[in-house]
């Protein structure tokens, strides 16, 4: 036998984990995926790597991430005999041998992250745990508009929280888009890579924008840089990791 090279999909609810990365106190994505590759594959030992971090009560629909495996149990039953052993806000959608040299986080070309606002000022039981709450009218034509001006190449140093370490907070955003589905006002944003709460302080400031608390433009304060002309850091439970593509 011979080491493959395995492309998982995943789909998470994070509402009870404290994000992707395994930590040794708390429940993470991927230590719940090693423990069962564990399992299955009768190791002491094994290291499944994401695509990037979700932070805590984040939530993925196309979690990308691979591990490496020497196993005779063919590719394509992976994800039923994963599931089997994983909790079940866990779901491994697929599984594929990749080329040996396929690494999901310094591979990845574009990530897409979807946004779930939930405008009412009643809460939904349903809802709750995958949308924020906006209780205040928003002006989504003016929304719609400003979210435009995210697309390019642009220093988002004022999209930031602090914490994070890196230093180029340079990122071409390809796509993005506000529109309503059912209940729900979406924000979509498509983009080479992401700074620390990037997505959640882009939909704070897409809030405050639309309720007319921020006077300002998008426009404007990607230029000006600061984290203080930006709005609030929208909380965790609405974001999700749509897709990664490579």
Same mark, same amino acid.
């Given at each position: ?97 990749? %080329? *040996? ?7 990845? #070309? ?5 946004? @779930? &606002?939930?405008? +009412? /000022? ?80 882009? %939909? *704070? ?7 007319? #608390? ?5 426009? @404007? &304060?990607?230029? +000006? /840089? ?21």
């Amino acid at each position: 036998m011979s080491e493959k090279n395995i492309k998982i999909i995943v789909a998470y609810n994070g509402k009870n984990f404290n994000g992707w990365q395994k930590q040794k106190d708390s429940l993470g994505i991927q230590g719940e995926l090693e423990f069962a590759c564990k399992s299955v594959f009768s190791l002491k030992d094994i290291e499944v790597i994401g695509s990037g971090r979700t932070d805590a009560g984040v939530h993925a629909l196309g979690q990308v991430a691979n591990f490496k495996v020497d196993t005779t149990i063919p590719t394509e039953k992976f994800p039923e005999i994963l599931n089997n052993r994983l909790p079940k806000d866990i779901s491994v959608l697929s599984a594929e041998e990749v %080329a *040996g040299d396929f690494h999901s986080r310094h591979t990845a #070309k574009r990530k897409t992250y979807r946004y @779930q &606002i939930y405008r +009412s /000022k009643i809460r939904s039981p349903f809802l709750k745990d995958i949308s924020y709450q906006v209780k205040y009218d928003l002006d989504v034509e003016k929304m719609k508009r400003e979210v435009k001006f995210l697309i390019g190449k642009h220093d988002f140093c004022g999209f930031m929280s602090s914490g994070s370490s890196i230093k180029n907070t340079v990122r071409e955003i390809f796509d993005a888009s506000v529109f309503e589905q059912d209940e729900l006002l979406i924000i979509e944003v498509c983009g080479s890579g992401f700074l620390y709460n990037m997505v959640r302080i882009i %939909a *704070g400031t897409m809030v405050d924008i639309g309720r007319g #608390k921020i006077d300002e433009s998008m426009k @404007q &304060i990607i230029e +000006s /840089k600061d984290r203080g002309r930006a709005g609030h850091t929208a909380p965790p439970q609405g974001l999700f990791l749509k897709y990664v593509e490579y």
